[in-house]
């Protein structure tokens, strides 16, 4: 009797200690399961902290770049004026010494623009300009630097842009500007031809003036 009674007790005994083990190893499992949920659900909200952090400050950038460029706008096409332009393209120039990248310049001429004038008058003449500058703003990124450096003559610097880039928005505005029929406040369609040329920036040793100079040799063979 007292064997049988120790070889159950010993069963219950073994029992309970499976039973422990198995309570155990589920609750581990279990703590497991939570503590992968938890890291996954910080690992969701960091990431989507970090890139609602970016978008936030991608927004400050553009807001900053859209101060500037309000700041510096001339009154007629609302892009920036002449000086403020050489400005601030000779700092990008110096910061590409310091820090390394690249840019091209282009050189964007209306053929023919006197003819607008003298045809149309002037007034037609500030309406064709304005659109010519709208244009040129869909054709480039809020990063570029576009300004009107003459009557009819604009300059747009692409920033981190080489040749091959350059030249593919250079085509896409060629072709924008030339399948555009520009209206007047007369109602007259006017159509319009640009020449483009481009120059790449050379570095330390390169200077804006000679960029300058490369891009508006190249805008002289575009127009013969």
């Not at 952090?53 to 309000?70: D, H, N, W, Y």
């Not at 403020?84 to 964007?108: A, F, N, P, S």
Request: hydrophobic letters at 40%; proline letters at 0%; aromatic letters at 4%.
């Amino acid at each position: 009797m007292k064997a049988e009674r120790e070889r159950r007790e010993a069963i219950l005994k073994a029992e309970g200690e499976k039973r422990s083990t198995i309570l155990v190893a589920e609750g581990k499992k279990q703590s497991a399961i939570l503590d992968a949920e938890a890291e996954k659900q910080a690992a969701i909200l960091h990431a989507e902290a970090q890139k609602e952090r970016m978008i936030k400050e991608a927004e400050g950038q553009a807001q900053a770049v859209l101060k500037v460029q309000q700041a510096t706008a001339e009154g007629l096409t609302g892009i920036c004026k002449r000086r403020d332009w050489w400005t601030r393209t000779e700092e990008e120039g110096q910061r590409i010494c310091r820090y390394g990248g690249k840019c091209t310049l282009l050189m964007v001429d209306i053929d023919h623009f006197k003819r607008v004038n003298d045809r149309m008058g002037h007034a037609a003449g500030d309406v064709v300009l304005q659109q010519v500058a709208h244009l040129c703003r869909r054709a480039t990124r809020t990063t570029d630097l576009l300004g009107r450096v003459g009557g009819e003559e604009f300059a747009i610097l692409l920033l981190e842009a080489g040749v091959m880039e350059a030249k593919l928005v250079a085509e896409r505005l060629r072709q924008s500007i030339q399948h555009n029929l520009f209206k007047t406040e007369e109602g007259s369609p006017v159509s319009l031809q640009v020449s483009i040329g481009l120059a790449e920036y050379q570095g330390a040793k390169d200077s804006l003036s000679s960029l300058m100079v490369r891009a508006d040799k190249a805008l002289y063979r575009a127009k013969n």
